[in-house]
């Protein structure tokens, strides 16, 4: 009967171990469940309650619990339970159901537990992994919808990193090395007052190399923004788009004010052509103020190069512009702003003019102590680096060549590398043309170095084309391309490298000429390797195709781009390209238009409005006009125009037409456009009275016509 029990005890010990473990796995699993977000945990008893394994896992274990109940019934009918605690027959009996109860809890804990746990896991990081991509698609899809917005801000491709400044990364190693030290040391200086930095210096000195050097020396720092000028470049000549511009590069460099950026961005859209006040102030400066109260806000540069070269007037914006540069720098003890920019009279007038002048710091390069070693330095690398390549008689028979180079540079580094060019291309005519080059200039004291510039810049070209100066028919084709140097546009529809032999080819230019005028002005072009008709034609400094435009300096009538003139020549040539009735002939093999062909589509009535006329340009005109002008304006085929809208497109005819009213003669082709545009503008006024919620009425007034 003790016996008896004891095995009672025993049992019920074995039955609460049991209960125990039941109890610790539905803790286990329940604790697993509650570790899951709201959602999660919602996904994980969703799956839990339809998995035909988890059920079957547990409906076998309580299979075996009633096997266990039943063997127990089955002693007996009557009083069971008394013989249960007190029979010693029964005493196997209860050492039976002990190990069946013990059977059963190890099969649970081996087998049935475990598999629970690890199911009811796998549940759980399946639900995670589910809403952990739920949560990245969402994000993915704010960044779409966050970056469509910031692109609606229209940035130039104005940046540091852009190709079209390349020629601005030519900085000699070495040199500049002063000034780049200073201004590394007050960038980083957060307890500066001084947080404008104005860099000015006359052409060719320098200026945007030592931008460029410095945005790429702080690049591990907060560069926040760089916005470089261009001269002659739409997107990045207007002042308009300079703030839109440093917006949408702080978002991708300064994350933390992104969100305030994005939601500015949104409003931006709305308005569009903003003036420069609402937008420094909704785009840059509240987005900026929230740093202000961080710990420790980082420091964030701005860098602007080029200010003379924006084609907005001091009056018509710029002073605007650099005064609220100005305001920025004050309100943000953490911002640094560098300025390069020509000493032009009304640029420093605006600069010297703002309120808080006093936080400025003033760089006049040409007191710069250390610039005629800079430039010794320079011109001593490129004559050793042409030493490598074989003997260099210059410097074997003129022990002082780099001194009197450095001399006559004046410096002006534009000059040197110039001439450093200009001398090492051809080895063997460097003496001479060293000893031409002190004879032109020997008489020219300090403080002439444009005009020994200009000298440079004619001594190169008589040289170049000395032995084909002759030759009408050659020349005139040297002429054509220097147009085409001079007036290309360069903007977010072209592609920089598109001005070549191949694309000159296409409008009559035989790529054999392009290819050896740029073999022969390697001096002042961008030239890397051999030359082949992709090698594109770019001038190494803006000096020269100002050179080539101003005829107080290029006195040679064979050289000289008067700038409507070579507008005519471009228009002549696009149209002859556009008015082409086999154009389907030019695709490549893989069935793209040639650069040039998107290139005359965009560009056509730029160069038009800019020309002077002529009998030519007008036939040309008539010729386009009567053949493709509606299918241009109608964007079909090939002259489909991208992400160019109606408005646009009217407009540029609209400009034409008063164009051709002042200049061209009366022989109908004014009522001949009057009358296309009539017909463009009744469609797009139909189409908006007919879906008037998905028409954009801003645009629409904004017709010219």
């Known amino acids: 009967m003790r016996a008896n029990v004891r095995d009672k005890h025993d049992v019920i010990d074995r039955i609460q171990s049991l209960l125990n473990l039941l109890v610790s796995s539905a803790k286990e699993v329940t604790a697993e469940v509650e570790a899951l977000t709201p959602d999660e945990g919602e996904q994980v008893k969703n799956d839990a309650r339809h998995s035909s394994v988890l059920k079957s896992r547990i409906q076998a274990f309580i299979q075996k619990l009633d096997a266990i109940l039943d063997s127990a019934k089955e002693t007996h009918n009557v009083k069971w339970y008394q013989r249960l605690w007190f029979a010693e027959q029964d005493a196997e009996f209860l050492k039976d159901l002990g190990r ?53 801000l229209n940035p130039a491709n104005a940046s ?103 939601e500015a961005a949104r409003k931006h859209q709305a308005g569009r052509k903003q003036g420069l006040l609402h937008q ?54 953490f911002l640094r702003i560098l300025i390069a920019t020509r000493p032009e009279a009304p640029i420093l007038d605006a600069l010297k003019s703002c309120n808080h002048a006093d936080i400025i ?19 001593d690398s490129e004559f050793e680096k042409c030493k490598m390549a074989g003997p260099f008689v210059l410097t074997e028979q003129h022990s002082d060549a780099v001194e009197e180079l450095t001399r006559l540079s004046d410096g002006l580094f534009i000059y040197a590398r110039t001439i450093a060019k200009y001398l090492s291309e051809n080895r063997y005519l460097a003496t001479e043309r060293y000893g031409t080059l002190l004879e032109s200039q020997g008489r020219f004291g300090p403080g002439e170095a444009y005009r020994k510039l200009d000298i440079l810049y004619t001594l190169i070209l008589d040289n170049a084309f000395g032995n084909v100066r002759r030759d009408e028919k050659h020349m005139s084709y040297v002429q054509r391309i220097f147009c085409w140097l001079v007036l290309f546009v360069v903007d977010t529809l072209t592609d920089l490298e598109a001005l070549h032999a191949t694309a000159l080819n296409i409008l009559g230019i035989p790529g054999s000429v392009t290819m050896d005028v740029i073999d022969r002005l390697r001096s002042v072009l961008i030239v890397d390797g ?69 290139y005359a589509r965009s560009y056509w009535s730029y160069h038009l409005v800019a020309a002077r006329y002529t009998p030519e340009l007008g036939r040309s005109l008539w010729r386009f006009v009567e053949t493709h002008l509606e299918d241009w304006l109608r964007s079909v085929g090939p002259w489909v125009n991208g992400p160019q809208y109606y408005v646009s497109l009217t407009n540029a005819c609209a400009r034409v037409l008063g164009w051709y009213k002042e200049h061209g003669p009366d022989d109908g082709l004014v009522e001949m456009l009057d009358e296309i545009l009539d017909r463009l503008v009744k469609k797009m006024a139909a189409e908006a009275n007919q879906s008037p919620a998905e028409f954009d009425w801003r645009e629409f007034k904004r017709i010219e016509a």
């Open 361 to 379: 710091i003033w760089r006049d390069l040409q007191k710069e102590p250390d610039v005629d070693n800079d430039i010794r330095l320079f011109i």
């Open 530 to 598: 051999t030359i082949t008709p992709s090698t594109p034609i770019r001038a190494c400094h803006a000096s020269f195709p100002q050179f080539l435009m101003d005829p107080s300096r290029c006195t040679d009538h064979a050289f000289l781009v008067d700038p409507p003139s070579g507008h005519a020549l471009i228009a002549i040539s696009l149209f002859d390209l556009l008015a082409r009735d086999d154009v389907d002939s030019l695709r490549d093999a893989d069935d793209d238009m040639p650069p040039m062909w998107s």
């Open 160 to 262: 540091y990193t852009s190709a079209q400044f390349e020629e601005k990364s030519l900085l000699q190693p070495g040199t500049r090395s002063t000034i780049l030290r200073d201004l590394a040391k007050w960038s980083a200086d957060s307890e500066s007052d001084k947080r404008v930095h104005v860099v000015f210096g006359q052409a060719g000195m320098g200026k945007s190399s030592i931008a460029y050097a410095f945005c790429r020396q702080v690049r591990k720092a907060i560069l926040g923004t760089s916005f470089f000028f261009l001269r002659g470049s739409g997107e990045c000549s207007d002042v308009h788009r300079v703030f839109p511009t440093i917006a949408f590069q702080l978002a991708e460099s300064v994350p933390s004010i992104r969100p305030q950026i994005v």
């Open 100 to 152: 069946q109860i013990d059977s059963a809890k190890d099969d649970f804990k081996l087998r049935g537990a475990i598999e629970i746990r690890q199911y009811v896991g796998e549940m759980a990081e399946h639900a995670r992994e589910i809403h952990r991509e739920l949560r990245r698609q969402g994000e993915r899809q704010e960044q779409k919808e966050s970056q469509d917005i910031l692109e609606g």
């Open 280 to 333: 420094f102030h909704a785009l840059i400066l509240e987005p900026l103020k929230c740093l202000i109260d961080s710990p420790s806000p980082p420091i964030i540069i701005i860098v602007i190069d080029g200010v003379d070269e924006c084609a907005n007037t001091p009056e018509n914006g710029v002073s605007v512009m650099l005064g609220l540069l100005y305001q920025a720098a004050h309100e943000l003890p």
